[in-house]
Structure formats: C-alpha cells, structure tokens
C-alpha cells in the first residue's frame, strides 16, 4: 500500500524548534518530489515546503523561509521539516504528501497529519 | 503569493451539477495547464480530485471534471451526492516559488 506517515509534532514555546518526520512506504521513494502542506484549525491548505527528488530543488512558503528546512534521505525514504523560531501563527495540522509530478505539482498521497502547538 | 480565489461556499440539492470556481492570475492558473483540485472531508487528509486540470486520478468518479479559461479553473461536480459534502480547495503551479499556491477553499452542501 502506498502510504505516508507523519510524526513528530508535539507542544512547543514560541521561539523553540521542532523537527518533523513523514515516513514513506509502497512506492519508489527517490522518484518522487515531496511536500509539507499545513492547515491551522478552522482555516484553509497552505503550501510549507517542497523538495525535489534529490534535494537538489527546495522551496519554502515566505511565511517559514529562514526559519524552517525542508529534507530528504533516500536512505531511508525519509523527509523531515526542521522548524525553528516558532510562532504562535506556526500552529496547524502538517501534512507530508508526494508531488506527484514535479512540473506540475500536484500531491498524490497524503499522510494524516501531525499536530503543532506553539504555545506558552 | 496570494492564494487563489474560490467561493466560500456552493450548495446544490441531490442529482443536479454544481460548478466551483477559482481564480488566479497568468502568473498561476493563467499561465499553465497545472491546477488541481483537492477533497477534503471533516477531519480528514485531503484528496487529490483532478490534476492537470481536468484529468481524473484512477479510483475517483467521472462525476468529477475539471476545466479551465483563462486565469479561472472550474471544478464541476455532476448529479450531486451526500457523500459530496465536503470542502474543496483548487491549487495551481506558479512562477513566483518553487511550490505551488492552493485557493481559499469552498465549502460544498448537499441541499
């Protein structure tokens, strides 16, 4: 079965990092770009961060660029979001998915969602 | 990159078409034939509908189409059912980042 699964999310400090996993399985893992997609509760998709197959093309939404990094290990048909600086607007439900074309970007296969809380 | 415009909500009774609209600019669903369109039920992870702008996923009905002119995509749900009551957000490439941008999302009800 073609599957993605998040983990990592938690409750954390505004100013403090958290570091998210997405866990691949049922598909070649380095043929494919992958994406971190979140929703704050009760509001709309918003794109966080993309990479492409081999890490070679990244790319960050303005809101996290400086502050988050996307990455990937083949290795370990792994991707990761390192998240610093957090802030209270950081708060969502993120979603790992797989781009499943990179031209042209559309996401495939989601995960359920892991849950951030940046809060004192 | 602002998000793409959708209506906030469209409803329409059991058996008839509803038709979602989303509008960007030539820089986004103007300029290439790379929307999408994203199902996603209370609770739930969305669900790739349409990619490419009117091709169907294997699995998902032919109830579903999708089209596009100019800078405004549509998404067209035809004899409308329960199980259609969901929220539905288009997504476009675009030049301005190496992502895409999704719409503002509309909220579908079955009358």
């Known amino acids: 079965e073609v599957q993605v699964v998040e983990s990592g999310g938690g409750v954390v400090r505004p100013g403090g990092s958290l570091r998210l996993s997405c866990a691949a399985s049922?598909?070649?893992?380095?043929?494919?770009?992958m994406s971190w997609v979140r929703q704050a509760p009760g509001k709309g998709l918003e794109w966080v961060s993309g990479?492409?197959?081999?890490?070679?093309?990244?790319g960050y939404a303005g809101s996290v660029k400086g502050r988050f990094t996307i990455s990937r290990d083949n290795t370990r048909n792994s991707l990761y979001l390192q998240m610093n600086s957090l802030r209270g607007e950081d708060t969502a439900l993120y979603y790992c998915?797989?781009?499943?074309?990179?031209?042209?970007?559309?996401?495939?296969?989601w995960g359920k969602g892991t849950t951030v809380t940046v809060s004192s | 990159q602002s998000a793409l415009t959708q209506p906030a909500s469209v409803s329409g009774s059991p058996g008839q078409s509803i038709t979602i609209s989303c509008t960007g600019t030539?820089?986004?669903?103007?300029?290439?034939?790379?929307v999408s369109w994203y199902q996603q039920h209370p609770g739930k992870a969305p669900k790739l509908m349409i990619y490419?702008?009117?091709n169907r996923p294997s699995g998902v009905s032919n109830r579903f189409s999708g089209s596009k002119s100019g800078n405004t995509a549509s998404l067209t749900i035809s004899g409308l059912q329960a199980e259609d009551e969901a929220d539905y957000y288009c997504a476009s490439y675009t030049t301005s980042i190496t992502l895409g941008v999704f719409g503002t999302g509309t909220k579908v009800t079955v009358l």
């Open positions: 049922g598909f070649t893992f380095d043929d494919y770009g």
């Open positions: 990479i492409n197959w081999n890490g070679g093309d990244r």
């Open positions: 030539r820089r986004d669903v103007g300029g290439y034939n790379y």
């Open positions: 998915a797989r781009v499943g074309s990179w031209d042209s970007g559309y996401l495939d296969v």
């Open positions: 490419e702008v009117s």
